[in-house]
């Protein structure tokens, strides 16, 4: 009873702190802090264990598939190197520098315990710097190589953190040898990838072939933990795992899954991570004062004042090293990106020859599909990797944006989990310390750089998006959808299955249906903040009626709900019907 009124409370908790945040403009997850160690504080309030298990076999899995399955794919190809130095390089790099300094910091500490810690403190969680981010408007790039970092970095430090626990608890000097950490690094990544790959091809499969939204929900719940159990009974990365299948899930649900699974996992999986990444950092004040409790309690020479002043210089140490690899990997980027124009000017020129040889011959290039193809895919890739260099030239980082990079090295859910996993014996000293260490961490970069993340964002003066530009975008690209859709009106075969042709106001009314989206988009492109003239425009004329008439026919809905003169499943139909209705005009005002 008691643990489900801990629940209940925690819930009302996290949503009064997130509403509240928002109005004062500070993120959840800060005030959530701050509550957890009030509370830890509070006379009578029961000391909070949480067993690490719990965080990283329960919590973790969805709350990484629950983010993977929202990043896009193309932002996440796009900027690859860019993720992939600092999930990996970085998360290195702050594992050994710090491990060695508490190493020679804290006597007979094992190197390899050392390292350990060094990986516990090494991965950032961005839940709070996307939010922040987002809510002032981050350029989209930067926030596709923070959700990828945050995303790929906790996979790093788990194995590193698996590899540096073993090598301690085996040591029997103070020696410690990166190259095992190395190659069980590169075979967990490698085969957690295939791991990610099978389950998420398996279960889109069967995903598909459900009709029932409620069925294909409660599968994709268990999507995480099948793809995170196997690749963990085999020694490899279940995060990676995880978050391989969820990029494959998201990428194909809108050839696989219907539009009502689509709403209904997107609402659903919102919910999980809401409740699940608010909870923890929730649990992270909370679990402050037993921590320090167990510090207070130890045999360990150092108490907790040592212990935090420790965590202290950890922070600062990790702040700092953050700023050294970013800057030159911003150089490095540049000159990648430069790298990659000129190569694309000479595969340009290839492609053009490739098109003119094998397109001398019109008849043989009309009737050999398979060259047809291969023309197409060459087309393809040349196309893509234009609108990469596009969209990277348009977003280009430079110093402002990697400052901002720099200053969101907040630390969180993973460092939570894995700093109470180190071993519970004799054999490793100082673990209440180094668990303590860990929270300070955490909790000392949470408040400070998210704290004062809007304030560098706003010194920085770093564009964010153009909302003109993205309406503009937006309105092309449903011009463009909405052509393909109005050539199925115009296609001369275009008849009933009985033979008979469709009734021309049937087929004006799905004509102006189509032409909606795009010509409210346009209209709010080139009014801008105008609130008169987009008032004023047909469309908005249009859809404030259809609002009012929806409006009306809900309360007649709820009237005859009251007098109980149909059916409740009939009821529930009607609503429904309503329901997608209003969202979607909701959705067109709402562009932009």
């Known amino acids: 009873m008691q643990f489900a009124l801990f629940g209940v409370v925690a819930v009302i908790t996290i949503v009064g702190a997130t509403a509240f945040g928002a109005k004062l403009g500070v993120a ?35 709350l990484l598939y629950a983010a993977a399955i929202t990043v896009p794919v193309v932002d996440f190809r796009r900027n690859l190197s860019t993720i992939s130095a600092l999930s990996v390089g970085l998360v ?6 710090t491990g060695f300094v508490v190493y020679a910091i804290l006597p007979n500490l094992n190197l390899g315990y050392a390292i350990a810690l060094g990986a516990v403190i090494s991965p950032t969680d961005v839940v709070a710097a996307t939010s922040i981010g987002k809510r002032i408007g981050l350029p989209p790039r930067l926030l596709a190589i923070l959700e990828g970092e945050g995303l790929v970095n906790d996979a790093t430090a788990l194995v590193l953190l698996r590899t540096a626990v073993a090598a301690g608890a085996l040591s029997t000097t103070k020696a410690f040898s990166i190259w095992p950490a190395v190659g069980d690094f590169f075979y967990a990544a490698a085969a957690a990838v295939v791991i990610g790959l099978i389950i998420g091809f398996i279960t889109v499969r069967v995903r598909s072939w459900l009709k029932d939204p409620v069925l294909d929900t409660a599968v994709s719940f268990a999507v995480p933990f099948i793809a995170f159990i196997p690749a963990e009974e085999i020694h490899a990365s279940g995060v990676i795992a995880v978050v391989v299948a969820g990029l494959y899930s ?24 809401f409740i699940l990444e608010n909870g923890v950092f929730l649990l992270m004040g909370a679990q402050l004062r037993g921590i320090i409790n ?23 140490i990790l702040i700092v090293l953050r700023f050294v690899f970013v800057g030159p990997l911003l150089v490095l980027v540049r000159r990648q990106s430069d790298r990659r124009e000129r190569d694309h000017l000479r595969w340009g ?21 398979r060259l047809k193809r ?55 000293p100082y673990r209440p310390q180094l668990i303590l260490i860990a929270f300070t961490v955490a909790i000392v970069t949470l408040l400070l750089q998210g704290s004062t993340l809007p304030l560098v964002i706003r010194l920085t003066r770093i564009k964010g998006v153009d909302v003109i530009e993205d309406r503009r975008s937006l309105a092309s690209l449903l011009d463009e959808i909405g052509e393909a859709g109005l050539a199925v009106l115009d296609h001369p075969e275009l008849a009933l299955a009985s033979g008979e042709a469709y009734d021309p106001a049937a087929l004006e009314r799905v004509r102006q249906d189509t032409l909606i989206s795009a010509e409210a988009t346009w209209e709010r492109a080139e009014n801008g903040d105008d609130v008169n003239a987009i008032a004023s425009s047909p469309h908005q004329q249009y859809r404030t009626l259809r609002r009012q008439v929806l409006q009306a026919e809900r309360q007649a809905l709820l009237a005859a709900r009251s007098r109980g003169d149909y059916p409740s499943r009939v009821l529930g139909r009607a609503q429904a019907f309503l329901d997608l209705e209003e969202a979607r005009i909701q959705q067109i005002d709402d562009q932009g």
Do not use: C
């Open 349 to 369: 020129e290839r492609l053009e020859v490739f098109l003119r040889l094998t397109s001398a011959d019109s008849r043989r290039a009309i009737t050999d599909a």
């Open 28 to 62: 959840a997850p800060l005030l959530l802090v701050v509550v957890g160690i009030a509370y830890s504080y509070f006379p009578g309030a029961p000391t909070i264990h949480i067993e690490p298990d719990w965080i990283l076999l329960i919590v973790l899995p969805p």
């Open 374 to 428: 291969r023309q197409d895919q060459v087309q393809l890739q040349y196309d893509r990797r234009s609108n990469d260099l596009t969209q990277l030239r348009a977003e280009g980082l430079g110093w402002r944006g990697g400052v901002v990079l720099s200053w969101t090295g907040m630390r969180g859910v993973v460092t939570l989990a894995a700093a109470q996993s180190l071993p519970d014996n004799d054999s490793i």
């Open 250 to 273: 998201g990428h194909n649900s809108a050839k696989r899954f219907t539009p009502q699974v689509r709403i209904s996992e997107r609402v659903n999986w919102r919910t999980v991570q």
């Open 294 to 316: 167990d510090v207070a309690t130890s045999r360990e020479p150092i108490n907790a004042v040592q212990a935090v002043l420790i965590g202290l210089l950890a922070a600062v």
């Open 92 to 97: 290195l790099v702050s594992a050994l520098v």
